[in-house]
């Protein structure tokens, strides 16, 4: 059964504080892993995605990196405007469009 | 209008009420879901829609019923309603579903059952 885990649940740092959030996924052939930002009281905007063991993507602050077991979204001296719940989500062999969400790792930055 | 638009954003029925859920997106997708976002629990697929036909039912109740009238609209009838279906209630839509396509998602409608 595809499954995916996030860690921490919540995370508070520091502004400036570099950290990274974890993903960790079982699938049957893998297809895409993808990060989404949630805001409170919004829905899940697309950050990025991952297709293959290797692969890194950035934007601004954040890089995500994928093996063949988890993805980690790198958070670089963040901001304030960082804080949000990050989604992780996969999808695999299956082509009926079915993604499988993580719980989600809620990231506060204080000032 | 740019992106996936939801109405209502907030919606308080009574268990015996009838009410709908409309979304739209602007993209040009062909595909179209709906998800059920709980407090404290992952996103769960509901329904998936491409080019307007149902390829996917995710063991929903029959208190929830989708429909697509084209590509551009998607909508969810409710009737009957439990207070545990109390959610967020998240439409998106995507190129297709293809697996490597992303879904872009709506502001979500906030539902709560009294």
């Known amino acids: 059964e595809d499954q995916v885990t996030q860690s921490p649940e919540a995370l508070r740092l520091q502004e400036g504080e570099s950290s990274s959030l974890n993903c960790s996924y079982t699938?049957?052939?893998?297809?895409?892993l993808f990060w989404y930002r949630q805001d409170p009281g919004k829905g899940p905007e697309f950050l990025f995605t991952l297709y293959s063991a290797g692969e890194e993507k950035e934007k601004e602050r954040l890089k995500a990196t994928l093996t063949k077991k988890e993805s980690f979204l790198h958070i670089t001296a963040p901001k304030p405007e960082d804080s949000a719940t990050y989604l992780c989500?996969?999808?695999?062999?299956?082509?009926?469009?079915?993604?499988?969400f993580g719980q989600g790792t809620t990231l506060q930055v204080k000032p | 209008e740019t992106g996936v638009t939801q109405t209502p954003r907030h919606l308080v029925m009574g268990m015996t009420n009838k009410k709908s859920l409309k979304c739209e997106q602007h993209?040009?997708?062909?595909?179209m879901y709906w998800y059920k976002q709980s407090a404290k629990k992952p996103l769960e697929l509901m329904f998936v829609y491409n080019f307007k036909e149902q390829t996917e039912n995710n063991s929903v109740p029959s208190r929830f019923s989708p429909e697509c009238p084209n590509s551009s609209h998607l909508f969810l009838h409710l009737h009957t309603l439990q207070p545990e279906d109390s959610a967020l209630y998240l439409c998106?839509?995507?190129?297709?579903?293809?697996?490597?396509?992303?879904?872009?998602f709506g502001p979500g409608t906030r539902l709560t059952v009294t």
């Open positions: 989500a996969v999808r695999g062999s299956s082509n009926t469009g079915k993604l499988i």
């Open positions: 998106a839509s995507s190129p297709g579903t293809s697996a490597t396509y992303e879904q872009y």
């Open positions: 699938v049957s052939g893998l297809r895409g």
């Open positions: 993209l040009g997708h062909n595909a």
